[in-house]
């Protein structure tokens, strides 16, 4: 059974800093694109950040770029995302993701397969 479990989440102040991991699989973390998700109460699940699996290229949402980074550790079978300058938008479960087309940095969450089960973000202001 593919798993993926997220950690890092946690309570933080406006500005404040978190990084998130996200262990996967090898065989699913192979060849594949690993992407951060996140939904705040009543709301759809929105894109984050996306990685190919190469490391080469990535890819991230407009309310993100220039505060979050998205890397990864292949011999770790490990995605992070270290998240800057944090702001109380930025609360919700965030979730990591596979789409096996590790080439393609999809932002529709359907692109992406297996899914972990998150982890609580919250920033108080």
């Known amino acids: 059974q593919v798993q993926l479990v997220e950690s890092g989440g946690g309570l933080v102040q406006a500005g404040g800093s978190l990084r998130l991991s996200c262990a996967a699989s090898?065989?699913?973390?192979?060849?594949?694109?690993m992407g951060w998700f996140r939904q705040a109460p009543g709301k759809e699940r929105g894109f984050v950040a996306a990685?190919?699996?190469?490391?080469?290229?990535?890819r991230y949402a407009d309310s993100v770029k220039g505060r979050f980074t998205i890397s990864r550790d292949n011999a770790k079978n490990t995605v992070y995302l270290q998240m800057n300058s944090l702001k109380p938008e930025d609360t919700a479960v965030y979730y990591c993701?596979?789409?096996?087309?590790?080439?393609?940095?999809?932002?529709?969450?359907?692109?992406?397969?297996?899914w972990g089960q998150g982890t609580q973000v919250t920033v108080s202001s």
């Open positions: 990685i190919t699996w190469s490391g080469g290229s990535t």
């Open positions: 090898g065989r699913t973390f192979s060849n594949s694109t």
């Open positions: 993701a596979v789409d096996r087309m590790g080439y393609r940095l999809g932002s529709n969450p359907g692109n992406f397969g297996s």
